[in-house]
């Protein structure tokens, strides 16, 4: 899946993003009870049109940083909601992005076949090739070993690149699509591969261990809790999240609604509340950690990027409504 398009037209029509909007709805019914009392989403237009923001990071510099897909830019957002854009390059396709152990920003830039070093004060630091073409590096984490571990989508390969632009490769399964990557609480390395419809765990040298959801598929988004734990999203599979442990354990929790496509991961270091997207449905969820409270939020877009943010709130990209949407939590 190179793209995730929305199923439904019903909810687009929800809010308009002429300018910056605030919305605030009861959670659909759920299960028992109330994770916050109050909250409200406000919507931050990017100031270039058709932009497609993409995924998003929270920032050393107290900001959140995201990638424009379609534009070719950096974008950078404060808490209070002021943008300002990077220029990257026309048609390089910036896509996931992250904190390197250096302090700067580092993101692929899929269409170029380039991972790219970026600094918190606006300036594009170095652009270092992929090794092998047509590649599409997607997803980017920092590693237990100080350097950043990519994926490679189009050739079923994970990189990893040191902080002075060394490159290497290690291959997956020859079939399905590396996605997102995270730095597990166990030091390895795991990352999604959604036509498999698996977790692999891949050490520093590249060995690859793989675990199968009992009913998860089109396995998408993953992160790490500060707890150490492992969860992941799947675009189908009756609309389940999940976490995997260091011993490769799934335990799977299903979210009250149907084909939403759950794409983004992230958990409230705060209270440890999970944070979710559901892309075709225009929903950010929350859940307790242990799958006991899940509550629906209605984003009026489509949300697909997920981060916690320095100012406890939860951010989001919204590729199609082409806005950053700020997830105000209360508690």
């Known amino acids: 899946m190179r793209t995730l398009r929305s199923a439904s037209l019903l909810v687009v029509a929800i809010l308009s993003i002429s300018a910056v909007a605030q919305a605030g709805a009861a959670p659909r019914p759920t299960s028992s009870g ?12 990017v100031p270039t049109p058709s932009s497609r923001p993409y995924q998003i990071v929270a920032g050393p510099d107290g900001n959140l940083w995201f990638t424009e897909s379609d534009a070719g830019k950096i974008g950078k957002i404060t808490p209070s909601g002021a943008i300002t854009e990077y220029k990257i390059r026309t048609g390089s396709g910036p896509y996931g992005i992250t904190v390197g152990p250096d302090g700067n920003l580092w993101f692929t830039e899929r269409f170029a076949d380039l991972i790219a070093k970026f600094s918190t004060s606006g300036q594009l630091l170095a652009e270092y090739p992929v090794l092998t073409d047509n590649s599409q590096p997607w997803g980017i984490t920092t590693g237990p070993d100080g350097a950043l571990w990519f994926t490679e989508e189009d050739v079923d390969q994970i990189g990893r690149i040191t902080l002075d632009g060394q490159v290497s490769e290690f291959p997956t399964q020859n079939c399905c699509f590396p996605t997102f990557i995270t730095k597990g609480g166990d030091g390895n390395l795991w990352f999604t591969e959604e036509l498999a419809n698996q977790v692999g765990r891949m050490d520093v040298n590249g060995s690859v261990t793989y675990y199968t959801p009992p009913t998860a598929q089109l396995l998408y988004g993953i992160g790490t809790a500060p707890n150490g734990l492992v969860w992941f999203t799947a675009l189908a599979g009756d609309n389940k999240i999940g976490t995997v442990d260091s011993k490769g354990q799934i335990t799977e929790f299903t979210v009250p609604s149907d084909g939403t496509g759950i794409a983004g991961v992230t958990v409230r270091p705060k209270d440890g509340t999970v944070w979710f997207t559901e892309n075709d449905a225009g929903f950010v969820g929350s859940m307790t950690s242990g799958g006991g409270q899940i509550h629906l939020y209605t984003d ?24 950053i949407g700020r997830v105000e939590v209360r508690g």
């Open 34 to 45: 109330a994770s916050y009392s109050t909250f409200r989403i406000t919507q931050f237009p």
């Open 300 to 323: 009026g877009s489509y949300p697909i990027g997920i981060a916690a943010g320095p100012d406890g709130n939860i951010w989001v990209t919204e590729s199609q409504s082409n806005a």
